[in-house]
């Protein structure tokens, strides 16, 4: 069975490390981030985290239940970061658009970090303001509660998995990636249009785009369908409900 975490201001150590620190959540989340970036995935334990902040390893488990719950804490510190500085405009699309980069952006800055957490759902801070964000700024622009839900879904799912297929890319071996994007020039531009017509055609244009995200072209997609579906709910309904979403559930 997992110990209780203790509370912050009970598990701070009395005295400094031998290294003069204090240590923290913040401080081990940064620790571990910076080796996921230095060793990978297969970096990050316990032990090594333990060397890295000249503590015992077992130390570590008086803030966090486990690696999994350390895991977590580090996705919830990406989108924190992502929310850093954003400010409301009350455009949504410019909301939205804002938040949806940001977020990318956090993610594909901490490559290894990102492969590990996209795909995870914290119920931290930072990931429920993120929510509450999403869905406020969708249900003050007028989308119905079930509309507001499902372009919620969509956009935020939409934004990890273009982080994680990102952050996958940049995780690979500088060697690998650079064999991907020659890919695009060594094969696709390379096949003839008796074969493949489509691809020929269209190879020059492949060749600049596929070694770039599809991120935001995606995103910009997903808004203006998303702003289509409010004008034409505008349209059969007036000028649609204005509240506060709730959370997901």
Not at 201 to 208: D, G, H, I, K, Q
């Amino acid at each position: 069975m997992p110990k209780p975490v203790v509370p912050e201001e009970k598990r701070r150590r009395r005295r400094p490390t031998r290294a003069g620190t204090v240590l923290s959540e913040r401080l081990i989340v940064e620790t571990a981030l910076r080796l996921l970036r230095e060793h990978g995935g297969a970096g990050l334990s316990a032990r090594r985290l333990g060397l890295a902040l000249d503590c015992d390893p077992s130390t570590l488990y008086r803030y966090f239940r486990g690696m999994d719950d350390l895991t977590l804490a580090i996705g919830d510190a990406l989108i924190g970061q992502a929310l850093t500085g954003w400010e409301r405009t009350g455009r949504w699309r410019a909301d939205l658009r804002a938040i949806g980069l940001r977020i990318h952006a956090a993610y594909v800055a901490h490559p290894q970090a990102a492969v590990l957490t996209a795909n995870r759902v914290t119920g931290r801070a930072h990931e429920l303001a993120a929510d509450e964000t999403v869905l406020d700024v969708l249900r003050t622009a007028g989308f119905s509660l079930e509309e507001t839900v499902r372009v919620y879904h969509a956009f935020i799912d939409q934004t990890l998995a273009f982080a994680a297929l990102d952050a996958a890319s940049l995780a690979l071996p500088s060697t690998a990636q650079r064999a991907d994007e020659d890919m695009w020039h060594s094969t696709y531009a390379r096949l003839p249009r008796t074969t493949h017509p489509r691809i020929a055609e269209a190879a020059p244009l492949l060749a600049r785009r596929m070694v770039n995200s599809a991120y935001p072209t995606a995103l910009e997609m997903l808004l203006d369908s998303a702003e289509g579906r409010l004008r034409a709910g505008e349209g059969r309904h007036g000028s649609g409900s204005r509240g506060r979403g709730g959370r997901r559930g």
